[in-house]
């Protein structure tokens, strides 16, 4: 890779690094979301 091209692919790198992780972070929300709402009803349904 010629030195003009170099910094564009750690730019591109880098971003691409960027959208994984908040896809990964996306993920765990949701499932922490889930877990949450699931002992929601289970602490409704105790007497």
């Known amino acids: 890779m010629n030195t003009a091209m170099q910094p564009f ?3 591109l790198a880098a971003l ?3 959208i994984a992780i908040l ?3 996306h ?3 949701k499932a922490a979301r889930k877990v949450l ?3 929601q009803t289970h ?5």
């Open 27 to 29: 993920n765990i929300k």
């Open 16 to 18: 691409l690094f960027c």
């Open 23 to 25: 896809g990964v972070c």
């Open 37 to 39: 709402k699931s002992q």
């Open 9 to 11: 692919g750690y730019g």
């Open 43 to 47: 602490k409704d349904e105790l007497p």
